[in-house]
Nanobody
Framework: QVQLVESGGGLVQAGGSLRLSCAASGRTFSNYAMGWFRQAPGQEREFVAG????????YYADSVKGRFTISRDNAKNTVYLQMNSLKPEDTAVYYCAAKGTIVVVSDPTLYDYWGQGTQVTVSS
């Protein structure tokens, strides 16, 4: 099975940037669509960004378009989320997820594997 480990979270002031990384196990990483989700206290887990298995298409929640960029390096079995112009409302635990197809979906219940999450806190 696939194991995912996120890193790169932390505390940053509004307007700052962070780069999250998600390292995956296995040798067939390109077969999986990857997604980033986030969950704030008392809120449902929400889709942030997704990328097709070979990285040719990306998708973003309206709330992060123009600020966040998802990318992947299949040779390194790693997916990234570059977060710029961070806002306090971006504060959440960010999770990396893998779907056993190359097609991106935004419903978190349709993802097969999840990382442990990494905390992102944006101060005003």
């Amino acid at each position: 099975q696939v194991q995912l480990v996120e890193s790169g979270g932390g505390l940053v002031q509004a307007g700052g940037s962070l780069r999250l990384s998600c390292a995956a196990s296995g040798r067939t990483f390109s077969n999986y669509a990857m997604g980033w989700f986030r969950q704030a206290p008392g809120q449902e887990r929400e889709f942030v960004a997704g990328i097709m298995g070979r990285g040719r298409s990306t998708y973003y929640a309206d709330s992060v378009k123009g600020r966040f960029t998802i990318s992947r390096d299949n040779a390194k079995n790693t997916v990234y989320l570059q977060m710029n112009s961070l806002k306090p409302e971006d504060t959440a635990v960010y999770y990396c997820a893998a779907k056993g197809t190359i097609v991106v979906v935004s419903d978190p219940t349709l993802y097969d594997y999840w990382g442990q999450g990494t905390q992102v806190t944006v101060s005003s």
